[in-house]
């Protein structure tokens, strides 16, 4: 690529990530979104479909009606303080769906779209609706957060400055998109369906998920109780989610501190 042309490149970039700029609710950390909700709903509707016709739906009925339940509640819980902050708009796109499958790892995670899986094997930890919640909040933390669309945005950058800058302006966009979208979500990597998110949106999912937690009315203590009890159980298990979400005394002491200097909300 001539320079001349990698300024232009550059200056368009900036210009774009100038206007696509996002604020995280909660947090109020600003973000580059550089992806429309709109083609991340797409996206996540397409994976999500995609997952589902592999999956087997949990036929235990008391689980998916107490996982149901603890959902609705957070939702519920979420949309009147986002409403009552003039942030509704954070919900736009989303379809919140609590699915229970039959499996026996311990896994849960959330589309960006707000398709939130469960997997059977984390109701051994997950076993109080407050534990359920704490799971819950910090997978709907990363939908409204919208960090797999931020990761997306930082992922075509360094592809933009790189010799792939091309193939992301160029023609292949679609399918471009759809490969940015499976670094971006995780899928197809080898962690599977879990977020391999970095660890500052997973101290933010934290923290955001235990808020929600709170505004819903559980108990925010379960959230750092939850992440111990997952840590004594991390030698016997070889979870996906153990690798994603490290659940090491930093990331415990980090949501300690958070529930010692929450905010009224
Ligand atoms: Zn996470």
């Not at 499958?101 to 997997?119: D, H, L, Q, T």
């Not at 930082?154 to 091309?166: C, I, R």
């Not at 997952?230 to 300690?256: N, V, Y």
Request: net charge neutral; with cysteine.
């Amino acid at each position: 690529m001539k320079k001349s042309f990698k300024i232009v490149v550059a200056s368009v970039v900036l210009a774009f990530v100038m206007v696509s700029c996002g604020v995280v609710s909660f947090t109020g950390r600003k973000q580059i979104l550089l992806f429309s909700d709109s083609e991340i709903m797409a996206l996540s509707d397409q994976s999500y479909a995609e997952f589902m016709q592999s999956a087997s739906v949990s036929t235990n009925a008391a689980a998916t009606k107490r996982l149901k339940e603890v959902g609705a509640k957070m939702v519920s819980a979420l949309e009147s303080y986002l409403e009552s902050h003039s942030q509704k708009s954070v919900l736009n796109g989303l379809k919140w769906e609590f699915v229970l499958v039959n499996s026996a790892e311990v896994n849960a995670f959330c589309m960006p779209s707000g398709k939130i899986v469960f997997y059977e094997g984390i109701l051994k930890y997950a076993d109080t609706p407050d534990y359920i919640a704490v799971v819950m909040g910090h997978e709907m933390a990363h939908a409204i957060a919208k960090h797999g669309n931020e990761r997306m945005s930082q992922q075509s950058l360094l592809d933009l400055v790189g010799s792939a800058a091309s193939e992301v302006i160029g023609a292949k966009k679609g399918a471009v998109a759809q490969n940015l979208f499976n670094i971006g979500f995780g899928i197809g990597s080898q962690a599977g369906l879990l977020l391999p998110y970095s660890r500052q949106h997973e101290y933010e999912a934290d923290k955001i998920g235990m808020y929600i937690m709170d505004i819903a009315g559980y108990d925010v203590n379960a959230a750092p109780a939850f992440w111990k009890k997952m840590t004594e159980g991390k030698s016997s298990s070889q979870s996906d989610f153990f690798s994603t979400h490290p659940s090491d005394a930093k990331r415990i002491a980090a949501l300690e501190e958070a529930i010692r200097t929450k905010p009224a909300l």
